[in-house]
């Protein structure tokens, strides 16, 4: 009876914890959410909001403390404040606790995507061993996701430039390629050894339960076992959507060190992911990389296609003549006015150009009288983005038109500010939409959208947005053609001239600074378009100033060897030639 009683008790407390769990999870779910974990570097005292500058790789020379900012979006916006206790763990690239700490977090009322940040290192830079951090993150203590950030070896840069030449070169000659294998639930790699040099081949695939990213750090750690040192990262990167990543390494096997490749490919239709390490000695790993290329192709797989190149295009003018753009097959303008707005779609998704509302602010005299007028506060583009944004959709596009608005929710993957002259504001904005259309359809879209806000007066401003969208299931993959688009698209100088006139009226000062600044928007949006361009690409230029050289390298290692080759010579001989301003000299 006794041993009965005390099981039972056990039970019970087991089914108590377990109830416990759940009811805290389902009052976390229904008072926030996490919305991105992201890093940047400081001194023993945080940088103020304003100067965080986030990445995912950090050079070992001049990183000080790695700071890990928590991002929610606040459940309970415009209801109640709610506290919560918020705990990070550091860990080392062996896996080790490196630090912990706690704070409290105050959702105040007012916060609708309040953040949180906390960071661990040395006053001193270059203390950090190379290679991947992992960072977990609790909330009243209970984990609700992690993230990693990897630490850049102090390598020479030169042999690094070399290494990346040598790799995109082959990458261009032969292609990336990709082969079937037998799926596997854990990660067990099969060793083929290179037809010459110490080196090979370690290639696993497995089901995708993380990220690209995640899942080539969980490589690296069971990689170590055919290794004598290594693999240790020493640059790399990872698309947005998570799918690709590619790293690469150094490492010691069997007595000779030697240099490699480490790629993560998720298929996002099967969820399967192939890892591959390929890695050889300094002067063989070229061949050993031309090598796989070919045996992929050999058992079935294929080159990626540049998706752009394999469709016909031709140009398309909108019916008033306002503007033009350059369209593949299948694809079709629907809607367009002689303001420059586009509307065009096709198999690949959507684009929207030149759309733009008047925005008017509380203290306006018919703020509260007009209800087909949005009424919002001036404010910055992201913020525009998320909440005026939906509004001015609903008044001015559905209810206008006798239509139901569909319920849209917003989620800001990540944003970049464009250069764009005060006291206008412009942001690059990957996003995902879910939309809920009045006969209960559901859509789920990801995009990329350029939203500039602008005072036009002291009681408007404007909203101006552009994007390009498709179905999220396949953003990434249908991104190259929707970018084509977006580039292509041209409007005539009357359109600008007639929007600055509509927009600013009789507005002296205002009037004359925004001449100026629309003067300026084709400008601005041809800098972003290259911006992302050498994103894209990862490549920059670095130029010889003696004799106006120019070399071709790995845009993450551009800027510490060119610090590098000055600093070895003494002065200011190399320089960074961005692609807006190489597009300007050639």
């Not at 209801?79 to 912990?100: A, N």
């Not at 290494?163 to 067990?188: C, H, N, V």
């Not at 192939?274 to 290329?293: D, E, H, P």
């Not at 361009?533 to 390298?553: A, F, H, S």
């Amino acid at each position: 009876m006794g041993k009965f009683q005390r099981k039972s008790g056990l039970i019970l407390l087991l089914i108590y914890t377990m109830l416990l769990n759940a009811n805290w999870a389902q009052s976390q779910s229904r008072e926030f959410e996490l919305d991105a974990i992201r890093f940047f570097e400081g001194g023993s005292e945080s940088p103020p909001s304003a100067e965080h500058k986030t990445a995912k790789h950090f050079d070992k020379r001049t990183t000080r403390y790695v700071y890990c900012k928590v991002h929610f979006k606040n459940l309970l916006y415009k209801i109640r404040e709610q506290c919560h206790d918020v705990t990070w763990r550091y860990y080392d690239p062996q896996d080790k606790l490196f630090g912990e700490a706690t704070r409290p977090l105050t959702m105040k009322y007012e916060w609708d995507h309040p953040a949180i940040w906390r960071g661990f290192g040395w006053k001193e830079p270059g203390k950090f061993e190379p290679g991947t951090y992992k960072v977990h993150i609790y909330v009243d203590g209970q984990k609700i996701g992690q993230d990693q950030f990897i630490i850049l070896d102090d390598a020479g840069a030169s042999e690094k430039d070399r290494l990346f030449k040598e790799w995109d070169k082959t990458i261009r000659d032969s292609g990336e390629t990709s082969s079937p294998a037998q799926s596997s639930e854990q990660m067990q790699f099969q060793l083929e050894r290179a037809q010459t040099g110490g080196g090979g081949t370690l290639q696993t695939q497995i089901i995708a339960n993380e990220s690209s990213e995640s899942l080539l750090a969980t490589a690296f750690k069971d990689a170590r076992r055919y290794f004598k040192n290594g693999p240790i990262a020493v640059s790399g990167f990872s698309d947005v959507s998570g799918q690709e990543t590619q790293i690469l390494f150094q490492a010691n096997y069997q007595g000779n060190p030697v240099v490699g490749l480490a790629t993560a490919v998720i298929n996002p239709q099967t969820k399967q992911a192939q890892i591959k390490f390929i890695f050889n000695q300094q002067g063989q790993i070229s061949s050993t990389l031309k090598n796989v290329a070919r045996q992929a192709g050999a058992t079935g797989g294929s080159a990626r296609k540049n998706p752009v190149e394999a469709l016909q295009w031709s140009w398309q003018e909108s019916r008033e003549g306002a503007s033009r753009l350059k369209l593949p097959e299948g694809w079709q303008i629907l809607d367009s006015n002689a303001q420059g707005m586009l509307y065009a779609k096709g198999p690949q998704g959507s684009v929207t150009f030149g759309l733009y509302f008047n925005i008017y602010t509380p203290t306006h005299l018919f703020a509260t009288i007009d209800q087909r007028m949005v009424v919002a506060a001036y404010c910055d583009p992201v913020s525009a983005f998320r909440n005026v944004f939906p509004q001015a959709i609903s008044k001015y596009l559905y209810q206008a038109a006798g239509l139901t608005a569909p319920q849209m929710e917003i989620k800001v993957i990540e944003s970049a500010p464009m250069n764009y002259p005060p006291p206008g504001q412009a942001a690059l904005i990957n996003c995902e939409v879910k939309s809920t259309q009045s006969d209960g359809t559901r859509k789920h879209t990801r995009g990329l959208a350029a939203v500039i806000t602008a005072p036009t007066g002291m009681t408007q401003w404007l909203l101006y947005y552009s994007e390009i969208a498709s179905p999220a299931s396949s953003f990434d993959e249908n991104f190259p053609i929707l970018w084509e688009i977006w580039k292509s698209w041209k409007t005539s100088s009357k359109v600008f001239q007639q929007r600055i006139d509509d927009a600013l009226k009789s507005m002296s000062e205002t009037n004359r600074n925004y001449q100026q600044a629309m003067q300026e928007r084709d400008r601005v949006m041809e800098d972003t378009f290259s911006d992302w361009d050498e994103y894209i690409r990862g490549y920059r230029y670095i130029e010889d100033t003696n004799d106006d050289g120019l070399y071709q390298v790995n845009l993450h290692l551009a800027q510490p060897l060119v610090q590098k080759l000055n600093d070895d010579l003494g002065y200011q001989r190399y320089r960074e030639v961005p692609m807006r301003e190489f597009n300007r000299m050639y």
